[in-house]
């Protein structure tokens, strides 16, 4: 079956503007996860949902960062102004449940803030 | 901070060596430990993964150390194939989620 998609898979933007980034998550899964991975970095967690709900959003670097669910499914994580500290390649993962499942990743949306 | 912590941040072997990667973590209420495969232009591919009622786990050519008391956990890659070459994570959590993962090795594979 189809997998984690996202989109776009790359994006650059001018410093400042506002940029989404999809997340489409494989069916039925109902845990969709965000990290961020910066060149030479590991992947650092952003935010995590269940269904609709974001019940930790911890990891979120600023309140410039966020994300919303809906209907289960896509989801989109939105940069306002962005800086060019935000250039990274976002990942977006699911799980069919958020307890002992499996994560799996999209290819990512590669981000360069000029 | 980073809650895992990965060595070496890259190795080279030879076609049929082994592989080695360490990882080391400080939280005790880590339950789970997958490692992840990743190769250039594609996410993170789940490649084994282990829990701390066992010491090791064994698929195929890769295997997990895993050594509770020391908090560390290891992966084996046995016979060391051109086509193994990619960036490897370890990570951690409780219960699967939010995994904090290490900074990743590079290893290369040469024939």
């Known amino acids: 079956g189809a997998g984690v998609s996202q989109s776009p898979s790359n994006k650059v933007t001018e410093k400042g503007k506002d940029v989404e980034l999809r997340c489409d998550p494989i069916?039925?899964?109902?845990?969709l996860y965000w990290y961020r991975q910066s060149l030479g970095q590991g992947l650092e967690f952003l935010i995590y949902?269940?269904?609709?709900?974001?019940?930790?959003k911890s990891g979120l670097p600023s309140d410039r960062f966020s994300a919303e669910r809906t209907g289960g499914s896509v989801s989109t994580l939105t940069i306002q102004r962005t800086q060019q500290e935000d250039s990274a390649v976002y990942l977006c993962?699911?799980?069919?449940?958020?307890?002992?499942?499996?994560?799996?990743f999209g290819p990512g949306t590669r981000l360069l803030v000029l | 901070q980073q809650q895992v912590k990965q060595s070496p941040q890259s190795l080279i072997v030879q076609k049929g060596g082994i592989s080695i990667i360490n990882c080391a973590y400080e939280?005790?209420?880590?339950?789970?430990f997958p490692w992840y495969q990743q190769f250039p232009g594609k996410g993170p591919a789940l490649l084994i993964a282990i829990r701390p009622d066992v010491s090791e786990k064994k698929e195929g050519r890769f295997t997990i150390s895993f050594n509770k008391s020391a908090k560390q956990f290891s992966l084996h890659i046995m016979d060391s194939q051109p086509g193994d070459s990619a960036t490897y994570f370890c990570?951690?959590?409780?219960?699967?989620?939010?995994?904090?993962f290490g900074a990743g090795t590079t290893v290369t594979v040469r024939a």
């Open positions: 993962a699911s799980s069919l449940n958020y307890h002992k499942e499996t994560q799996y």
């Open positions: 990570a951690a959590s409780i219960s699967d989620y939010k995994l904090s």
């Open positions: 069916s039925g899964h109902t845990a």
């Open positions: 949902f269940q269904g609709n709900s974001a019940p930790d």
């Open positions: 939280n005790t209420a880590f339950d789970y």
